[in-house]
């Protein structure tokens, strides 16, 4: 509860300064060890690696394009950035629904 009232009291603050660097880096630090968890959470209560290993690619995908923004084009930063977080996006979706074909209670601890 406390996170989604934390993103409605800062979006205006997060819109105003979107451009801003430090906030793609929040965003990134925050997102890894949030990812990576739930992705052993995931890895240990469905033993599905495949899953496992493209959300450590698309955070791979991701931090390597933060990594290397000053060797890219923009376009570039936005496609890489477009591909890891579907990378993301898709091993956290994949996860859920094992979870739920295997009943688990993983989602029971949080």
């Known amino acids: 509860m406390l ?4 993103l409605i009291v800062t979006s205006g603050a997060l819109a105003l300064s979107i451009d801003n660097e430090l906030i793609h880096w929040a965003i990134l630090f925050l997102a890894i060890p949030i990812s990576v968890y739930a992705l ?3 890895v240990s ?3 599905d690696y495949a899953v496992f ?3 450590l690619a698309g955070l791979g995908v991701l931090t390597a394009t933060a990594l290397s ?3 890219l084009t923009e376009t570039s930063v936005i496609i890489f950035t477009l591909i890891g977080s579907a990378l ?3 091993a956290h979706t994949k996860n859920f629904q ?3 074909e295997l009943d688990c209670d993983c989602h029971d601890v949080v």
Do not use: W
């Open 3 to 6: 996170v989604p009232s934390f």
């Open 40 to 42: 052993i959470t995931g």
């Open 45 to 47: 209560n469905h033993n």
């Open 53 to 55: 290993l493209v959300g």
């Open 69 to 71: 923004e000053s060797f």
């Open 88 to 90: 993301v996006v898709y």
């Open 98 to 100: 094992l979870c739920k």
